[in-house]
């Protein structure tokens, strides 16, 4: 596999990846494991089997020998090389995070009454695409689970590239994770993509509760219909509406969007 060890103290030893292709190239021929075919996707991580083979680096990064990256924290906020793999600028990149800063900004001055600067820990992008919803709250005692969708582009190496976590999912299906995980889910236009998936609402709404914290948070971006389907099930999930708002902006895109806030009750309090 061309690793080296950097360094090794008694039963602990640190091993380095190459920066090229170059050793790869250079091993004897049969040596396994072997290099994955030319058109293998290394970006393809949907229900896809494991193969036994060395993902080679691109053309790119071998001869730029490096990801070329921005050190830490820069990163977070400059446009990573690989952002041209979706045909996106440097532009597009920064109005993404312009426009996020904006939401998320509105977000909080929304949920101010309830939350303090402590309140939230664990948050969900349910609909990440390029992150910049978690770079937003960079200055927020967070961290940041993104979720990107399986069915679209796979911006997930762009979300690495900024120094964030995250994973591909469907959310027709159940999440990987532990119940009452979360202290707040961000669901960006999440419900109208599983309605055109022809996946179920309900579920969705379902396995949300699942994954909150009780006196956890969700914000809703979506269509105005989605909050009032969302409004049918309130009492039934023991959730309770905290704010509702006009999405901010002025865009076209933003026409017939709602920001809808509710907070999932403590069980308890509804039996008293």
């Known amino acids: 596999m061309c690793w080296k060890i950097a360094a090794k103290r008694n039963q602990t030893v640190i091993w380095v990846k190459p920066l090229t292709n170059d050793c790869y190239m250079e091993r004897a021929p049969g040596t ?26 691109s053309d790119q990064n071998h001869r730029a020998k490096g990801s070329g990256l921005a050190p830490w924290p820069a990163r977070l906020t400059s446009p990573p090389p690989r952002l041209g793999d979706f045909r996106y600028s440097n532009d597009v990149f920064e109005k993404d995070m312009e426009v996020w800063q904006q939401r998320v900004d509105s977000y909080w001055n929304l949920l101010s009454p309830k939350i303090n600067s402590d309140t939230l820990r664990n948050v969900m992008d349910m609909k990440a695409n390029l992150g910049s919803f978690a770079a937003a709250l960079k ?92 409004n049918k099930y309130m009492k039934a999930l023991h959730w309770e509406a905290v704010a509702t708002a006009d999405a901010e902006g002025g865009s076209e895109q933003d026409d017939d969007v709602s920001v809808y806030c509710p907070e999932k009750d403590l069980a308890y309090k509804r039996e008293l």
């Not at 058109?39 to 680096?57: G, L, Q, R, S």
């Not at 960006?188 to 998936?197: A, G, P, Q």
């Open 139 to 230: 200055n927020k005692d967070v961290w940041v689970m993104n979720v990107v969708p399986e069915d679209g582009p796979n911006t997930l190496k762009i979300i690495y590239d900024r120094g964030l976590i995250g994973t591909v999912h469907s959310w027709c299906e159940a999440f990987s994770t532990y119940p009452r995980t979360y202290d707040l889910l961000h669901a960006w236009t999440l419900f109208s993509d599983i309605e055109r998936k022809g996946c179920s609402g309900v579920d969705l709404l379902i396995e949300m509760d699942r994954i909150l914290r009780p006196k956890g948070f969700v914000i809703v971006r979506d269509k105005r219909k989605v909050v009032e389907f969302i």
């Open 32 to 57: 396994q494991p072997s290099l994955c075919r030319s058109d293998d996707d290394p970006d393809a991580v949907w229900n896809v089997k494991m193969e036994a083979c060395i993902t080679p680096y």
